[in-house]
């Protein structure tokens, strides 16, 4: 069973810095193309926050604005998403996510709440 295991997600005061991480289990890294970070405030629909596939190749929510850097470590398993200058719109619940054409699927963990406030 493929799953997904965040980490890293809390509070942090604006202009801060937060690391997320998100291990895959149960899959091959060369099974995966996109893998990245989605993220859903309250009231608002799931939006792209960035994703990197396996040549490399990143893309970044409009809001992301040069603030966040994602990275892939296929040997480990591991996409990790670095946020600076965090405002209190980047408060919401962030979500790994991997594509698999060879399932088929876009799989999903269970997210980490990001909370960004004074």
């Known amino acids: 069973q493929v799953q997904l295991l965040e980490s890293g997600g809390g509070g942090v005061q604006p202009g801060g810095s937060l690391r997320l991480s998100c291990a895959a289990s149960?899959?091959?890294?060369?099974?995966?193309?996109?893998m990245g970070w989605y993220r859903q405030a309250p009231g608002k629909m799931r939006e792209l926050v960035a994703t990197?596939?396996?040549?490399?190749?990143?893309k970044f929510g409009d809001f992301v604005k040069g603030r966040f850097t994602i990275s892939r470590d296929n040997a480990k398993n591991t996409v990790s998403l670095q946020m600076n200058s965090l405002n209190p719109e980047d408060t919401a619940v962030y979500y790994c996510?991997?594509?698999?054409?060879?399932?088929?699927?876009?799989?999903w963990g269970k997210g980490t709440l990001v909370t960004v406030s004074a």
């Open positions: 149960s899959i091959r890294m060369s099974l995966i193309n996109d």
């Open positions: 996510s991997a594509d698999s054409p060879y399932y088929n699927t876009q799989f």
């Open positions: 990197i596939d396996q040549g490399g190749n990143t």
